[in-house]
């Protein structure tokens, strides 16, 4: 006889999106309709990743969303081989990587698609793309261009 095991909350990876469960709603809701976003505070002029509810610079909750760049390049990568979180494991083996979006300062830790990592390389240019879980939840990944 099998059971059906229910996971506790702490074991599910993706975050609660809706504006009952986090400030930074907004980012999933615009995920959802394809745009790549964070927040930019409009008093100290500062861009944020992750997208925050209050600046960590200089406190203002006066932020703006603005759309990141869709392309970057592989800054450094690493594979999951084994070990995946639960939940996870029929997608091994998966690249992570750190990604440096186009024209910015910062790197984007993100999985990447569509590759194996053998084939991975540094400085290879990458997309932004968006899946969706089964219950409608959504979040981003990239892959690679061309
Ligand atoms: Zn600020």
Known sequence: MTATIRLPYLLDFYPLQDEKYTRIHQFFTNLKVGRFTTTKCRDCEKLHW?????????????????????????????????????????????????????????????????IKHEDCKIGMRLKFKTVTRDDGRVFFRFEPIG
């Open 50 to 114: 992750q997208p925050r509810a209050v600046c960590p610079d200089c406190g203002s909750e006066n932020l703006e969303w603005v759309d990141l760049p869709k392309t970057g390049e592989v800054h450094a990568f690493t594979a999951m081989l084994l070990g995946a979180p639960m939940g996870f494991e029929k997608d091994l083996p998966f690249v992570m990587a750190l990604v440096k979006l186009d024209g910015l300062d910062f790197k984007i830790l993100s999985r990447v698609d569509g």
